[in-house]
């Protein structure tokens, strides 16, 4: 249940005459009075004795008696509604909830017989609405005194009371955190002017953004103007700011004044004392770089993915207070992300952030000094560099591993408020996670076209035309791989997160139902919060550790995921999967500790004159990309992962491969065009070449228990005679020429 003013105005008559009208689209039906000041009180609907001109005199008459100056806007308009799904309320219970709103309203103070004048109207089977003038029958002002001072509250307490009573649903209790509505007025004002949100929205988002990343008050105050509002500070007699006021240019009251709105009437925590809490906190900082060293928005989205994944291995393990500072800190990046995340789904993040703007003001003092607050603050830096960053290619993949490592915090901060007891911001951090769901979904449809023109083109994700989306295509594996755990993983809000690695997973080489299988077995759940949550730190940490060994990932099988989009034959008995000890049941295995927060050096592309080999005539690492790969040779050379690829093909080289014959080879395999990064995909197809290439052919086993086999030397050919790479060519061209499988 809702009681809450609508409004104020001047025409008490017009009032009357809306409510009982036909509406304006004749939604109003049966309107009658069902509760009023007096009950000798005729209704004009249903009595001839009256009508709208002598009930609204009779509203007015301790107006026109008042001994007071008379009120600008005498007349206040009020309702109490109920959600969708509730039962319906009989005309008593109706009377019953009016009488005792005015009362919490402070328009009738209980007792008191000569409180103003009301009445109660109904045209809708859902609600009904309170007209009142604010002039009491002793002749004073009801808005003197205290009677209707901080009424909100108590309007808000007597739903919880009359839900209650009436068996109604319950609603979220009162914390004081919630943001001011617009009003009617300023709803109808902003449609007038053709404006999407009214005044105070627009000026709320604005503000917000320039408090998550300011680090100064100079700036932050920089920052709003930038943005095309006015400003006014509010100075004390020694030259301090002590707070601001703004307001949008052309948004003007009839008499022409600009309207201004403090801090405060925006957001509770946006008044100038909370806002500099961002700044003035001893935080912990994490390094953020100088603007000039992101050299593309895709570093910065990654990088800003690593500082939010690290925030959610530790959200809310510092203490009350630091939690509700990693709140903020966390509603504060989805706040500067949705300003610029890609145009497919920034309609989802910007509804991310607005729905958890409430998760983001927890009724707790709070404290902006943990390590989680510092990551989200460094990750909020980065992606503002970002936004004036040149958009050089792989903003798909980036704009992913960030979404991913959002919900993973988004999922975190609904544990916290749900431990903490907080069911408003709780609701609201769940429906963000809803948001944030449907973006992944999206920015998994991310594809680079098959054209050779790079840079992403988004589109709702499918795993094939008409095929299941990301959580559903790989639901199958889940179910196949973890069948005791499987309900509990897909109902638990990591999910996706979980269907995004396993696709991350896949695109990387490995294949999902293997590698799921793997790190599963590598240790058991105990009681750990999230299966899922668990299963993505450990499926990410096992590809931070290939990559940095140079491990070429377990090819995937015909019949996954990516072929039929149903899971296909997945494997069963799995080799090199650790089983629990004997007699152990699996659930009851150790509890997983969650990895620690890693920090890696920020890798540097390969220097392009690198000899491929010790002589010196030997090709540089540079003529052998262009010669094999030309219409990728730009992307390679300046990709962090080419020094791993020069490292491997200088190893080729020293054991009698021509590199660039071998990178042509192993380039002509499988297009390339839809890799994330050319140089990680060459650099596993060379590793995987070589090894299959000095496997020994198979031997007899007795000889083989006699004698130990020698090393194969390195490979040599005689005149006329081709190269392993050129072999591997023709067997790869031969290959195309028939029917070719996907990636």
Known sequence: MIIRELERGSRTYGLLSYLYGPGRANEHTNQHMVAAWSDHVLDPARSSGTNLDFLAMQL??????????????????????????????????????????VEAAGLVPAGDMHGVRWVAIKHADDHVHIVATLARQD?????????????????????????????????????????????????????????????????????????????SDEQFFSLIERSGTRLQKRTAPDGRVTGYAVALPGDRTGGGRAVWFSGSKLAPDLSLPRVR??????????????????????????????????????????????????????????????????????????????????????????????????????????????????????????????LVALALAVAAAVRWQQAHQFRAQEAAAAAAGHHLRAATEIAYGATTGANGRRGAQWHRTTMEPGGPELTAAYEPVVRAVLPR?????????????????????????????????????????????????????????????????????????????????????????LPGVPSTRPGQDPDQSAQPVMPPVVRTAKPTPADPGTRLGADDDAPTFADAVRQAVPEHAAAVLADPASAALAASLTAAAGTGYQPAELLAAVAAVRELDSADSVAEVLTWRVQGRMRRDQQPAPRNRTAQARTKAPRPPAPTRTQGELSAAQRAAQEAARRRSGPGRGR
């Open 60 to 101: 007015d008459m301790p107006v026109h008696a008042m001994k007071a100056k008379a009120l600008k806007e005498h007349v206040w308009h009020g309702v109490i509604a109920l959600p969708d799904g509730d039962r319906q309320l009989t005309d008593a219970e109706w009377r019953t909830a009016a009488e005792e709103a």
């Open 485 to 573: 755990h499987a309900e509990a993983i897909i109902s638990e809000a990591a999910w996706p997160a979980l269907a995004a690695t396993l696709r991350t997973v896949e695109n990387a080489g490995y294949d999902p139902g293997t590698v799921l299988a793997q790190v599963a077995g590598s240790r058991g759940f105990g009681d750990a919060d999230s299966v899922a949550e668990v299963l993505v730190w450990r499926l990410q940490r096992r590809m931070e550790h290939d990559a940095q060994r140079g491990i070429t990932p377990t090819p995937a099988i015909r019949g996954s995921v990516t072929e039929s989009g149903t899971g296909g034959n997945l494997p069963t008995g």
């Open 277 to 402: 809490e961002r700044w003035s906190d001893p935080v912990f900082r994490s390094p953020v770089p100088e603007p000039s060293a992101v050299a593309s928005r895709a570093e910065a989205w990654q990088r800003a993915a690593e500082h939010v994944h690290q925030a959610a291995a530790v959200l809310g393990q510092a203490g009350n207070e630091a939690g509700a500072g990693e709140m903020a800190a966390l509603s504060d990046f989805l706040t500067t992300f949705s300003a610029d995340a890609p145009t497919a789904v920034r309609d989802e993040i910007r509804s991310t952030a607005q729905a958890f703007e409430r998760a983001g003001r927890a009724p707790l003092s709070r404290q902006m000094s943990s390590e989680a607050s510092a990551h989200l603050r460094a990750a909020t830096q980065l992606v503002a560099m970002g936004a004036a960053a040149v958009a050089g290619g792989g903003e798909a993949a980036a704009a992913v591993a960030l």
């Open 139 to 215: 002749g004073r002002r009801a808005t003197s005194g205290s009677a209707m001072k901080n009424n909100h509250y108590r309007m808000v307490q007597k739903a919880h009371e009359l839900e209650e009573r009436f068996g109604l649903q319950q609603t979220n209790a009162v914390d004081r955190t919630a943001g001011p509505r617009p009003t009617r007025g300023e709803m109808e004002k902003a449609k007038r002017n053709d404006r999407e949100a009214t005044p105070r929205e627009i000026l709320q988002g604005r503000v917000r953004q320039a408090a998550a990343v300011a680090t």
